[in-house]
């Protein structure tokens, strides 16, 4: 508690100095270049009602731009101070319950979710999120949208045809992704009260969220893809592949459960071991949670010119890695 509180005095003069200009702070974009890739993995899933990454299947993606990291507290908190949308006020969080889970108090800007402006925001929904883009379309004139799910696969492999961004050892996890490793493992245990799921065989030193970016990127300079916070995406749930768009574009039609479809997210989180780029999730559109599922942007058309917001969003990001480094060796 003592290191989590000297990390948020450290960003505050940063994190003032943003809010006195009063200026919005876009997401830094990367631009993905067009390109065809197998879709989806090799393994079947063990529950007919939890979606699964088959069949393996060729997908064309068009060129377009993606979040270099994802939506965080701070950014969030700009769409919130400007349009008095209201989240909600509860969200599942670990528990000592049969399931480990339960819904109770707490959201975005609880300080136990959201420990500084840097890190990924979560307790929001997909509506949440879909909100948040079209009120930055609405401010910047950009065509700001959740990715579709074969474009977030497509961003996350990087051009990998691999478990991992990175190849397939899995003891290099803790590298290139904040996920259920050792330190975490202990943390959900603590409060679930049991050992609860095995950890990855790694330690990063991070019990829950991440502020973003401190991770190695992909080979398209993208930040968490993996592991931190699962990602939303436009797609409705769909059990497989079978009859899936070819093009990249969001499927949205003939959802599972079409009378209250869930959606989809992607990526895993800190909370989850594991982390393989073709791991599917799914949430209702009403579901928050610190469980661990965020989102970040994608944005089509032609490459746009961002504004000075953005160089200094990277500064101050900067900082509050530097800071974070310092908390967990301070830890260790």
């Known amino acids: 508690m003592q290191s989590t509180l000297l990390f948020s005095l450290a960003l505050m003069a940063s994190t003032g100095a943003a809010a006195a200009t009063g200026s919005l702070t876009e997401p830094p ?28 299947h060729d997908v064309r993606v068009a060129a377009f731009q993606m979040a270099k990291y994802e939506v965080t507290v701070g950014q969030f908190r700009e769409f919130v101070e400007a349009t008095g949308h209201q989240t909600q006020k509860e969200c599942w969080k670990f528990a000592s319950t049969e399931w480990g889970m339960d819904m109770g108090p707490g959201a975005w800007n609880t300080p136990a979710y959201a420990p500084t402006d840097y890190h990924p925001v979560m307790c929001v929904t997909w509506k949440d999120a879909t909100a948040y883009a079209a009120w930055l379309s609405a401010k910047t004139g950009k065509p700001y949208r959740l990715p579709s799910e074969a474009e977030w696969e497509y961003a996350a492999r990087a051009g990998s045809k691999t478990d991992y961004p990175f190849g397939d050892d899995a003891s290099q996890v803790c590298r290139h992704a904040n996920i259920r490793d050792i330190s975490g493992s202990k943390a959900i245990a603590a409060i679930i009260r049991r050992a609860g799921k095995k950890p990855a065989v790694c330690d990063d030193g991070a019990e829950f969220t991440s502020v973003v970016g401190m991770y190695e990127p992909n080979a398209f300079g993208l930040y968490d893809m993996i592991g931190n916070v699962g990602e939303y995406v436009a797609d409705c749930e769909h059990l497989n592949y079978e009859g899936a768009p070819a093009d990249g574009s969001a499927w949205t039609t003939d959802c599972h459960r079409p009378a209250s479809p869930m959606k989809m997210h992607r990526g895993g989180s800190y909370s989850s071991r594991d982390a393989r780029t073709v791991v599917r999730g799914h949430a209702g559109d009403e579901n928050a949670s610190s469980i ?17 917001a953005v160089a200094r969003f990277e500064a101050q990001l900067a900082t509050a890695r530097t800071a974070e480094r310092a908390r967990r060796n301070t830890a260790k």
Do not use: H, N, S
């Open 292 to 308: 661990g599922e965020g989102f970040r942007l994608a944005l089509g058309g032609p490459v746009q010119a961002q504004g000075p």
């Open 29 to 56: 974009m990367v631009v993905i270049k067009g390109g065809t890739f197998a879709m989806g993995g090799a393994t079947p899933g063990q529950d007919k009602d939890y979606p699964t990454d088959q069949p393996v």
